[in-house]
């Protein structure tokens, strides 16, 4: 047992290394003064320097958060309620429900792709932001609805027997015990489309118009365009700092939100009366 | 009054199978009243029927004189304590317990003083403001029945509350529950499957199997004169004896003939005449092992017969014995025999295996059975599953990964 | 209102409010996916019967020409290299993430949670600069290059290249030779099935191994140099490097579905397995990875179909002589713009991707998948006793 998990240990800080170096690689690169990534020629800012002065990289930044806040409010909607029908009702029409979500969630972004593309010059959409928009909202219903299923399963159904048996009538019971439990489901599965949404390249490249592009697109046609850009790396430091803090942020955000005793402690050595108030 | 809580006819059927079936009984106003049973036989069923869950499929449910049947859960007076608790883990024990009078919409001060109360009669105060993740199963089941008392219900169902509790918190719990019904007063719906639970808190028992109920009755009635050998064999242990009247010997008390014990004489309350099959009962602690024939103080009435001993298992406060008696130790009866011992190390004439005893009850101790299935026999513990299965909680039978699990940490 | 007459209104009432919740529910999601899913999907079948226009749009009537052309010698081998670039991406993927995810759930609690940070880490990243990571680091200039393509003069004989090749033609001989023992020992036909498949499997990699050495080699004496990399072979733009950048994309799809299961795995049955004998590797592959049997399902799922459908790691890795089925796709629709082909291409690929596990998911619901944990230390027990004494698993414990 010992000498199996010193052997596979071995793999995975092997393949922990696999992961990082090419990202190391690519952070240092952004500082090299060397036009074309090669050996180490003198650390620089230039590249940051000329990313900042890039007016259509600010716009594109700017589309591609406009779209994934649409896309994360439509889908969190469409998502929580498709997980909520799915949940609650059996049968061929919820079968076929999360067939669907399912299928989509599986299907390769490319097929997503080219077939809204083709969706969209069948019906005569001309290709925009509003394209952008609807596809993604698409694919991150079957994200938040899984995610919020993930949270359903693990729902004891006792507790809605519970709030009715003391008196709440079914809509007083989802907003009261079912709602306030399936948050954090829904948060997480709102993240999850945020980031996939802000992240998507294949599907927004077939479905965005002319002026639609989003940072992921920009970021694919400078990488075409002029290989080994250092602005490139420069940029992609930059994208992963922002990931990398946001992850952090998130993960000490439900670290403080965390039931700890102190609060609670503190709230129960008040006087009589006092806690009363201090309650919600 | 008799009528507080009337079941009439009530029916559930799950698909094909029949959950509850047929059953009609009353509940008096202010009764602790159980519902025995194994699992499966109907009796969360007929609970969450009452509760509004389920509706029946026929039958209907009177709560103080008013159809209920149909009735949503949130319109009926009725609460229910659920058997993994079901606390709001989002709201604080407060708020749990205070969720039910807001939603009534009562005024502060009310809410205020009803919560407080329930705080007190459960002895949690100061706690209000944890979270249900942070308290014991023990501090979870008191907030649950805290909870649902609060709403002053006309009943408050129990659904095998005590069965996530560890074995001392559970003998804790009883007493704690027998405290709060003397205080509130309130009628008592107590779904168990554990008899002992059954036994010490209700003043009724409804004993349920297969949808159907089979007895009720006070606990030490259905304990002394079981109408069934499921009661007989599910309340405790017993043995059973098949055989025919022969012979009325009184006006109470007959002879009936069983394989291998000759005549057995046996209290005849339900006058049963001759020449009828019957099933006997005899508790095992009824019965008494001695080495010499004990003599006939009580002029016939005792049955007396000399037997082998099978097995024995010393359990501290008793000692329980196998002994047999037929033809061969492969074709004959075997009974179970209790046996309370005094001075159990001063005793000279300790009884061992395979030793000839005389086994010896007085006909005041059989009870005739009105009825008898032959699978209740196997609810009997058999002497080799008790040599595995001395404590009171059976322990589950150790996978083979634990076994090899210890085997490791050696 | 109880009587028989009250009845059959309440329950109608109810059964109107019941369908008219589950309508309102369902109905948002439901018509977004038909219109944005299954409407599109159906587009994409029709288009491929109609004609192109001159234009590049969509011709009016039908025709079969599109599937004719589909079937001319230039795309078998573009779907051939699809399939098999992204079945050896994906057993590379759960062949690594395998003692990946046995060392994760095999770590104390409070470091799991780091670990799975770290693998998910990269992962946050945009897809996108993993693979244009890639790019900086294999390009000609690259660091990475220029030390593979250093002439290490006649020291360099034996160079590194072929130390690895020949590791794992050595390799995927002690797994042939462990395949078959394991073919042999086998009792199910399932069992055998499956070790010969993977026999099979492994026999093929190495000869391809074995093909690319000797390829390696021959261009290498040809230059008269011995480098690890033979000068003026790029390490871009070739199916080595679609293949790299595969299974470091879409490892943590693997890692995170396996090291799930993994969790649940109870370990207790791998002591078991050691206790009745068996040895760590033979404990590990029969005991460990039917352990995490719905793990691997997933991973198979969440790697092999982006896989098959990758577009920018073709694209930005693969260079016009390592096409797969994703980049053409885009090729035909939009600098081609052909239409009709694209659809028939992504209509293809389509299949490819939904048939099987759909065949997969009606063959399994029926019945259940194969022995249970307890079942194999059983069978393990009692095949493995036969060679084995108790002794040995208590020295080995002792030592380690």
């Known amino acids: ?280 | 009054m008799d009528d507080f809580l009337v079941f009439k006819g009530v029916t559930k059927r799950f698909g094909a199978m029949t959950a509850v079936d047929d059953v009609t009984f009353n509940v008096k106003r202010g009764e602790f009243f159980s519902l025995l049973g194994p699992s499966g036989c109907g009796k969360t069923t007929l609970l969450r029927m009452l509760a509004g869950f389920e509706r029946p499929d026929a039958g209907r449910i009177f709560l103080d004189g008013k159809d209920v049947t149909a009735m949503p859960p949130d319109k009926r007076r009725v609460n229910t304590v659920f058997q993994n608790y079901a606390l709001f883990p989002h709201l604080t024990l407060w708020d749990n317990i205070a969720f039910g009078l807001r939603l009534q919409r009562r005024p502060k001060d009310e809410i205020e003083e009803r919560v407080r109360r329930m705080l007190r009669l459960i002895q949690m105060e100061g706690q209000e403001w944890k979270k249900p993740t942070q308290i014991s199963g023990g501090q979870k089941q008191r907030v649950a029945i805290a909870r649902a008392l609060v709403l002053e219900p006309q009943v408050l169902l129990l659904d095998e509350p005590l069965a996530a509790l560890d074995l001392k918190l559970r003998q804790h719990m009883q007493i704690e529950l027998d405290r709060i019904h003397d205080q509130v007063g309130i009628t008592f719906l107590y779904v168990t499957h554990d008899q002992g639970e059954a036994m010490s808190l209700s003043d009724r028992i409804a004993v349920m199997n297969r949808g159907k109920v089979e007895q009720i009755d006070k606990p030490a009635a259905l304990y002394e004169a079981p109408r069934s050998s499921f009661v007989a064999a599910f309340i405790g242990d017993t043995n059973f004896f098949e055989g025919t009247v022969t012979k009325l010997v009184d006006e109470n008390y007959c002879r009936v003939s069983v394989e291998d014990f000759g005549e057995i004489v046996c209290f005849n309350d339900k006058h049963i005449k001759a020449g009828a099959k019957v099933y006997l009962s005899v508790r095992p602690e009824k019965m008494h092992l001695t080495h010499e024939k004990p003599a006939d103080l009580h002029g016939g009435k005792v049955n007396v017969y000399e037997c082998t001993v099978d097995q024995k298992i010393y359990q501290g406060a008793y000692t329980r014995f196998w002994v047999w008696r037929g033809a061969s130790k492969d074709d004959c009866w075997e009974l179970s025999v209790m046996q309370v011992h005094n001075r159990y190390l001063l005793d000279q004439q300790e009884i061992g295996w395979d030793e000839k005893v005389w086994l010896s009850w007085h006909a005041d101790d059989g009870f005739m059975l009105e009825s008898y299935a032959e699978q209740d026999e196997a609810m009997l513990p058999h002497p080799t599953e008790e040599a595995s299965d001395a404590g009171a909680a059976p322990a589950p039978a150790p996978a083979p990964a634990g076994a090899a699990d210890a085997e490791a940490a050696k | 209102m109880t009587d028989a007459a009250g009845r059959p209104r309440m329950g109608l009432w109810r059964r109107i409010r019941h369908h008219g919740g589950e309508l309102a529910l369902t109905a948002p999601s439901f018509l977004w996916m038909t219109f944005f899913f299954v409407v599109p999907t159906a587009i994409v079948f029709m288009l491929t019967f109609r004609p192109t226009a001159v234009d590049g749009g969509i011709g009016t009537g039908w025709t079969l020409e599109t599937w004719k052309t589909i079937s001319n010698p230039n795309y078998p081998s573009i779907v051939w290299r699809t399939i098999w670039l992204s079945v050896v991406a994906t057993a590379l993927s759960i062949g690594i993430a395998l003692p990946c995810a046995f060392a994760m759930a095999r770590t104390s609690a409070k470091w799991r949670s780091v670990l799975v940070g770290l693998v998910i880490l990269p992962f946050w990243t945009s897809f996108l600069i993993r693979v244009f990571a890639w790019k900086n680091l294999l390009h000609p200039q690259a660091a990475l290059a220029r030390a593979l393509h250093t002439d290490l003069g006649a020291a360099g004989f034996l160079a590194l290249q072929d130390v690895m090749l020949f590791a794992l033609l050595f390799g995927a001989g002690c797994l042939s030779v462990f395949l078959l023992n394991s073919w042999r020992m086998s009792s199910t036909a399932r069992g055998k099935a499956a070790c010969a498949a993977l026999l099979a499997a492994t026999v093929a990699g190495a000869l391809w191994c074995a093909k690319l050495w000797i390829a390696f080699a021959s261009a290498r004496i040809g230059a008269g140099v011995c480098s690890i990399v033979p000068p003026g072979a790029p390490l871009l733009y070739n199916s080595l490097a679609i293949l790299v950048v595969m299974v470091y994309t879409y490892l943590p799809f693997a890692i995170l579905p396996l090291y799930a299961a993994a969790e649940k795995f109870d370990f207790a049955l791998l002591e078991a397995a050691l206790d009745l004998g068996a040895r760590p590797v033979r404990a590990f592959v029969n005991v460990f990875v039917p352990g995490v049997k719905a793990g691997i399902y997933s991973a198979v799922l969440m790697v092999l179909i982006p896989a098959l459908g990758s577009y920018v790691i073709p694209d930005m890795v693969g260079g016009p002589d390592a096409e797969m089925i994703g980049s053409k796709i885009y090729q035909r629709a939009i600098p081609d713009r052909n239409l009709p082909h694209a659809s028939a291409l992504s209509a293809l690929l389509m299949l490819g991707v939904l048939v099987p596990p759909g065949i997969a998911w009606l063959v399994f619901r029926r019945r259940h998948i194969g022995a249970t944990e307890t079942d194999v230390v059983r069978s393990l027990g009692s095949s493995s006793n036969m060679g084995n004494s108790g002794g040995r698993r208590r020295r080995e414990g002792g030592a380690s």
Request: charged letters at 15%; hydrophobic letters at 50%.
């Open chain 1, 1 to 280: 047992m010992k000498r199996m998990e010193r052997r596979s240990r071995g793999v995975f800080w092997t393949i922990l290394l696999f992961f990082y170096v090419p990202i190391v690689v690519l952070v240092v690169n952004s500082f090299n003064t060397d036009r074309y990534c090669g050996p180490w020629k003198g650390f620089t800012f230039k590249w940051y320097d000329r990313l900042f002065h890039d007016h259509e990289i600010w716009q594109a930044l700017g589309n591609t958060i406009e779209v994934a806040v649409g896309a994360t409010v439509a889908s969190v909607v469409l998502g929580t309620l498709a997980a909520l029908a799915i949940s609650k009702f059996k049968g061929k029409i919820q079968g076929a429900h999360y067939g669907l979500l399912y299928t989509h969630l599986v299907l390769p972004d490319i097929l997503m792709g080219i077939s809204l593309l083709l969706f969209f010059i069948s019906i005569g959409l001309e290709l925009s932001l509003l394209t952008v928009f609807l596809a993604h909202t698409t694919f991150c219903v079957s994200y938040v609805a899984m995610a919020v299923l993930g949270r359903l399963e693990d729902f004891d159904g006792a507790l809605l027997e519970a709030s009715r048996d003391l008196g709440a009538n079914p809509w007083q019971t989802f907003w009261k015990v079912q709602f306030p439990l399936l948050l954090p489901g829904i948060a997480a599965g709102g993240m999850l489309a945020f980031t996939l949404s802000i992240d998507d390249f294949v599907i927004t490249f077939f479905v965005n118009g002319a002026g639609a592009e989003t940072l992921p697109v920009k970021v694919y046609g400078m990488i075409k365009r002029s290989p080994n850009l250092p602005e490139i790396n420069a940029l992609s430091t930059l994208m992963m700092l922002v990931t990398v803090l946001a992850v952090v942020a998130s993960r000490m955000m439900q670290r403080s939100r965390n039931p700890s005793a102190k609060p609670a402690a503190a709230a129960a050595a008040l006087p009589e009366g006092q806690g009363g108030r201090i309650r919600r």
